[in-house]
């Protein structure tokens, strides 16, 4: 039972390849994943970002990701005032099916935000990003048709993987986006992205599988109700080859320390993956530091499989802010 749920996960990760990239509940936490054009839009000096993400663990190691980046605006004194010009590096890294097929990739991206009035409340901005990838398939966890014989399950095969183990290519990526401002407290944003420009070649047994687009329209806001409650709203689209996702939702802010620049907060919220899974999430924000934790539950027909059971996720965003520090509102959700 153990090795055809194996083979299961295998043949999951494989279409992989041709359907949907690793991807976070928590698609606000991971800004460089989501869009280059994030690149050092954010409100303070650098910012770190990190993610996991453990996705239907009643099926063993079905698929674990993990990523981080570190991204911070430049050449202040060069650039015009309240324009902003950033660049990032990040990484990830996702094991499908038991490790039997891994994905590793750094990448590094900039983007510049021109300021559309004085206050540098309104910004448009466009980000791109380089990636190189590399893909190893463990083969000796593999479990073939012939290994099973009229003698019984002898363990070994003919197949022969063609074009070795491992795989690399390079990416391109791309994004635009805008974030506005009515009053200099609260903000809201619109942007799109599309990884994999240049759809690149990659296959183990051929060369003939190209690396679909991924094309993602994303749009959110944070809005204070009062010194203590702040609403932070998100909502994501997102297509690749023929699969589809819809993601949003909201969660309340409770600024205990009353300090827009340096809050105190703990939030509560929930997101929806349409026709998939809800997604409750709880947060802490204190000196700079964000922690999230987020957990799905599956509510199409996988839930049977699942146990309803689609995976945990945890976030953490740090962004440093000298003490004399007076920023204008970014996107954060």
């Not at 190691?61 to 004194?77: G, Q, R």
């Not at 702040?230 to 320390?257: M, Y």
């Not at 947060?283 to 699942?306: M, W």
């Amino acid at each position: 039972m153990r090795k055809l749920v194996v083979c299961i996960c295998t043949l999951l990760a494989s279409q992989l390849l041709k359907a949907q990239d690793p991807h976070f509940s928590q698609f606000f936490a991971s800004p460089l994943t989501l869009n280059p054009a994030f690149t050092g839009k954010f409100s303070g000096t650098w910012r770190l970002a990190a993610n996991h993400r453990d996705q239907w663990p009643s099926i063993p190691k079905a698929y674990v990701t993990t990523s981080a980046s570190l991204d911070f605006p430049i050449l202040k004194s060069k650039v015009p005032d309240k324009d902003i010009f950033g660049v990032g590096i990040s990484g990830l890294t996702d094991a499908s099916a038991n490790n039997i097929l891994k994905l590793n990739y750094g990448s590094v991206s900039m983007s510049y935000h021109k300021a559309l009035d004085e206050n540098g409340y309104s910004t448009i901005g466009a980000g791109f990003q380089a990636t190189y990838s590399s893909l190893n398939l463990d083969v000796s966890k593999l479990t073939f048709q012939d290994m099973l014989t009229q003698n019984g399950f002898t363990g070994t095969t003919s197949e022969v993987i063609q074009n070795g183990n491992n795989q690399s290519y390079f990416d391109i990526n791309a994004g635009l986006l805008y974030s506005g401002s009515t009053n200099g407290q609260n903000n809201f944003y619109l942007g799109a992205s599309m990884y994999h420009i240049n759809r690149p070649k990659v296959g183990f047994q051929d060369k003939n599988w190209y690396l679909s687009g991924r094309i993602s329209a994303h749009a959110g806001g944070s809005f204070p109700l009062s010194d203590l409650l702040t609403v932070h709203a998100s909502v994501i689209h997102q297509i690749q080859n023929k699969a589809s996702e819809t993601t949003l939702g909201a969660a309340i802010a409770a600024n205990l320390s009353q300090d827009a620049e340096k809050p105190s907060a703990i939030y509560i919220g929930s997101w929806i993956r349409l026709n998939d899974a809800i997604v409750p999430y709880i947060g802490l924000e204190f000196g700079g530091l964000r922690i999230g934790a987020s957990y799905d539950f599956n509510i199409s027909n996988l839930k049977a499989a699942t146990a309803s059971r689609g995976g945990s996720e945890f976030s953490v965003i740090f962004i440093k802010r000298p003490p004399d520090y007076q920023g204008i509102p970014c996107p954060k959700f």
